[in-house]
Nanobody
Framework: QVQLVESGGGLVQPGGSLRLSCAAS????????LAWYRQAPGKQRELVAG???????NYADSVKGRFTISRDNAKNTTYLQMNSLKPEDTAVYYC???????????WGQGTQVTVSS
């Protein structure tokens, strides 16, 4: 069973930065399509950013130019660099991985990001 463990969340002031990390177990990491989702209180979970096996990326319009997703296959880790944070970015952020070999999908436990002065 693949496990995803997120870290890096916390409280930050508007305009600040955070970097989230998601470390994955297992040996198929380089075959994973990876993504970050978030869910704010009372709202549906939404896609924030995704990265393919070859490194192509996509972003929600609300975070374009502020957030950057990346992956390090040698470390089995994906990152979400978040800059110029806004109060509306406050949410629980979840790491998602889809194994393109087994077609299984995995979720992390979530990490809280709070943007407030």
């Amino acid at each position: 069973q693949v496990q995803l463990v997120e870290s890096g969340g916390g409280l930050v002031q508007p305009g600040g930065s955070l970097r989230l990390s998601c470390a994955a177990s297992g040996s198929n990491f380089r075959f994973y399509v990876l993504a970050w989702y978030r869910q704010a209180p009372g709202k549906q979970r939404e896609l924030v950013a995704g990265i393919t096996r070859l490194g192509s990326t996509n972003y929600a319009d609300s975070v374009k130019g502020r957030f950057t997703i990346s992956r390090d296959n040698a470390k089995n880790t994906t990152y979400l660099q978040m800059n110029s944070l806004k109060p509306e970015d406050t949410a629980v952020y979840y790491c998602n991985a889809k194994d393109t070999i087994t077609m299984n999908t995995y979720w992390g436990q979530g990490t809280q990001v709070t943007v407030s002065s």
